[in-house]
């Protein structure tokens, strides 16, 4: 007697929710994917408040925008009314645009000789300090050649000019090494975040009021005027 298809005794699909396939794609809960029992929102065109979810859902759908939630780990959960798919979009050209901003640090190098001049030190400080507003390290050494090795001082004099002269765009990461026939010292940019921040204290510190000084007491009593 032939036997008819063995019933699957696989139960994976078992009470498995058909949307759990696109929750786990999407970066935020939206519309009916969010079941908590109550949402705060946020944002323009409503009053900020808690609601209700269905309450908030319905606001969303009459505005043909999306619920979605922005802050799922606030108690209760924080949303927006917003169009989704705009929302994600304008992400995705922000942060295109930041990676396209976004500079990789490089490692410049300059080379010096014990008896470099006046006019080589200038010209070579000044594509240090490009080197350095543009974000990237510079690498300074002297090279040492056959009897020059015996005027090191003169290399690390050099080398501490140099930093001297960068100072306001370049830190000097650690005192001058030798390293082989090379005398070398590292330069990094300085933040530009760092500087702005100094500048923004500065400008606030100015702009507080000063508080008036209290009256010096005077240590002798004034003599009665007469009549």
């Given at each position: ?181 090379r005398m070398i010292a590292i330069f990094a940019p300085k933040s530009a975040k760092k500087k702005m921040e100094t500048k923004e204290a500065r400008e606030e510190r100015i702009q507080q009021p000063r508080e008036p000084r209290p009256a ?12």
């Open positions: 007697m032939p036997q008819g298809p063995r019933p699957s005794f696989n139960n994976n699909n078992r009470g498995r929710n058909p949307n759990f396939r696109r929750e786990q794609q999407q970066e935020h809960r939206t519309n009916r994917m969010i079941r908590v029992p109550e949402v705060r929102l946020v944002g323009e065109n409503i009053e900020v408040g808690v609601y209700r979810t269905e309450e908030a859902l319905r606001m969303a759908e009459e505005q043909g925008l999306d619920l979605v939630e922005i802050s799922p780990n606030a108690v209760p959960p924080v949303c927006r009314i917003i169009d989704y798919n705009k929302f994600l979009y304008e992400k995705k050209k922000k942060e295109k645009e930041m990676k396209a901003k976004a500079h990789k640090s490089e490692v410049k190098e300059i080379r010096f000789t014990p008896n470099t001049d006046d006019h080589d030190f200038d010209f070579k400080a000044k594509h240090a300090e490009k080197f350095l507003k543009d974000g990237n390290k510079v690498k300074t050494y002297v090279q040492f050649k056959g009897r020059a090795i015996m005027f090191k001082e003169r290399g690390e004099l050099i080398l501490l000019k140099f930093a001297e002269r960068l100072a306001e765009v370049g830190a000097l990461e650690g005192m001058p090494t030798m390293e082989g026939k010096a007491a005077s240590s002798e009593a004034k003599p009665d005027q007469e009549a």
